[in-house]
């Protein structure tokens, strides 16, 4: 309850960003195309994130012939969990990670890599597993992709201002229309950084969210404490081998584990939670 009550906060706060930089960027008709971009971006999220993830990633659909332990596995946990089976995917690398995706229960799938099967025992995958099967049930996957799109639109008009600064486009609008230069800045800079802050502050309040009710569904916290301490070292150690699919920034919030090192500055710009504190939070189950 604490984390969705979080959520539905920044989620807020997204929209209301959103808000004021369509009102800075046009006044009351930027205010409106702005949410009439989010809206169109975010019924293509909506419909298509998952296609579109699936094949970004060249991800295979397997069935209990081609991978009796891994669909029998996720099969299982759809069962405790309530849920409808899920399609199920493997991804070809030797980055070990897992990820689930689509708009609701009943059109979700779950992912994982070449990399984590070798790497953990069934137990520990069953943990990564329930993980995953806990962001579809919390439709999590839903929640991320309207973050991320709200995000995207703020980033995409920062980047119209600042070209429109650039080329002298925002020369002859005057103080009632938005055209000040501290507006502008602050549009061109630093809404673009907040909207960052705020999403990923968003997809680690539902890491801890997925943590909590992954051990729920799986019933081994201690299993999914584990993986998590293997994966983090995994990824950490990761050497990148012929054939292995890349993972990318844009997508990472989606993966158990920070598949891009290297990536985040500082704690504000991490994509997950400190993997310590959520192994120690499941240990504390």
């Given amino acids: 309850m604490k984390n969705m009550l979080k959520t539905t906060l920044l ?15 046009g006044g009351t008709s930027g205010m ?13 999220a909506y419909w298509y994130s998952d296609k579109i993830i699936l094949k970004m990633y060249h991800a295979q659909e397997v069935t209990t012939a081609d991978n009796p ?13 309530n849920l409808p089976m899920p399609k199920v995917y493997i991804v070809h690398t030797s980055l070990p990670n897992a990820f689930a995706t689509g ?30 099967l806990a962001h579809v049930k919390n439709r999590d996957t839903l929640i991320s992709a309207v973050a991320a799109t709200i995000a995207g639109v703020i980033t ?10 650039i080329i002298g486009g925002l020369g002859g609008r005057d103080e009632e229309e938005g055209g000040n230069i501290v507006g502008f800045v602050a549009l061109a800079i630093v809404a673009p950084i907040a909207a960052t802050i705020i999403q990923l502050a968003i997809s680690r309040s539902r ?34 081998r012929r054939g292995d699919v890349q993972a990318s920034e844009s997508t990472a919030h989606m993966f158990i584990v920070n598949p891009v090192k290297g990536s985040s500055i500082m704690n504000l710009f991490r994509t997950h939670p400190v993997t310590e504190e959520r192994v120690e939070r499941l240990r504390a189950m």
């Fill in 69 to 81: 332990q891994l669909y029998k596995i996720v099969q299982n946990l759809a069962l405790r969990a």
């Fill in 207 to 240: 890491e801890f969210a997925a943590d909590a009710e992954g051990a729920h569904i799986s019933q081994k916290p201690w299993a999914l404490a584990n993986a998590l301490e293997k994966l983090e070292y995994g990824s950490a150690n990761y050497r990148e």
């Fill in 156 to 165: 995409m008009i920062a980047t119209w201002v600042q070209w429109a600064a």
């Fill in 11 to 25: 989620l807020a706060s997204l929209t209301g960003l959103l808000i004021v930089v369509g009102r800075l960027f």
């Fill in 32 to 44: 409106i195309i702005a949410f009439l971009f989010a809206i169109i971006m975010n019924f293509s």
């Fill in 103 to 132: 708009r609701n229960p009943q059109h979700a799938a779950v992912a994982a890599t070449t990399g984590i099967l070798s790497l953990l025992t069934a137990e520990e995958l069953e943990g990564v597993l329930a993980h995953e």
